[in-house]
Structures are given as C-alpha cells and as structure tokens.
C-alpha cells in the first residue's frame, strides 16, 4: 500500500515540525519545503496528493508554487492554504487560485487530521 504523499510548504521549523511529525504518524509521507521554489522543484521531482501551502514565505507568496504547479499540469489533487490571516479576501483569493480549504494558523489538530482523511480517500 502507497502512503498519501503530502508537500507541507513551510518555512518556519517550529511549525512545520510538529505537523510533518503528527502526518507521519497517521500514515502520510511527508516532504517539507521552506519557500516557493523549493516547493515547486518538491512537487516537480515527487508529486504530491495534497500540498499544505503556507502563504507568507522568504521568496513570495505561496500562491505562486499552486500557480506554477496548474500550469505545468502537476497540481496536487489537493491544495489547502494555510495562514494567519482568515480576512475574507485572503480566502476567497486561496479558493480562487485552486485550494481546497483554508486553514488558519495555528492549525486546529483535530480538523486537519479529520480532513487529511477526506482529502487523501
């Protein structure tokens, strides 16, 4: 059995930690990156089911890497924003561009491991 394989886009250690961590021990793989290239050449050299995308990164906003990965037709199935900000322009610009969800930070457990469940069936 293949294991979902999920691209956790995210550049600050402390938060990127516990989550790679809690996936891996619900039965994710699990490959981080800390900025838009890094999760695009991520995507591009092992594709991903679902993609957690942080929108704030060191190189530019997240939804660069889900743009770039539509057009190259290697979208994850699934995309799903996570950020700080739940203003509904923010959302509304997440869904916009192609994400699932929109999660806001911290991400609450319990509804992202519920999730994670539904997104990867």
């Not at 930690?17 to 490959?31: A, D, M």
């Not at 203003?87 to 994400?99: E, K, M, S």
């Not at 699932?100 to 990867?120: D, N, Q, S, Y």
């Amino acid at each position: 059995m293949t294991l979902p394989h999920v691209l956790l886009v995210e550049d600050h250690p402390e938060a990127a930690e516990p989550v790679q961590l809690l996936l891996e021990e619900t039965g994710h793989r699990v490959t981080v990156a800390a900025s838009v290239a890094e999760a695009v050449e991520r995507a591009r050299a092992d594709a991903p089911d679902v993609m957690l995308l942080d929108l704030t990164l060191p190189d530019g906003d997240g939804l660069r890497a889900l743009h770039t990965l539509v057009a190259e037709r290697r979208a994850p199935r699934v995309t799903v924003a996570l950020t700080g900000r739940d203003d509904p322009d923010t959302v509304q610009r997440c869904l916009d561009a192609g994400c699932a969800a929109v999660l806001g930070k911290p991400v609450p457990i319990r509804e992202l491991l519920r999730r994670m469940a539904e997104w990867t069936a």
